[in-house]
């Protein structure tokens, strides 16, 4: 079972075994999804864009670093 988010909980849950993986994604998407928000509920014109957002796998090997 592979999660996303890389959430504490979900990074302690791979130290523990139950889950085999979950993915951490870029600060900048939340960031930039939130900037889009803002101006489209100030009324300004929101373009459409597809962005490809670097994803990084959290594994047993890596996991420990994101519980921190």
Do not use: W
């Not at 996303?4 to 960031?31: I, N, P």
């Amino acid at each position: 079972i592979v999660g996303f988010d890389a959430t504490v909980e979900a990074c302690q849950a791979v130290l523990d075994g139950k889950l085999s993986a979950t993915v951490a994604q870029a600060r900048q998407f939340g960031v930039r999804e939130v900037q889009l928000a803002l101006k489209h509920l100030g009324g300004e014109p929101v373009e459409k864009y597809d962005e490809m957002i670097e994803c990084i796998l959290v594994n047993k090997d890596n996991a420990a670093d994101y519980v921190k």
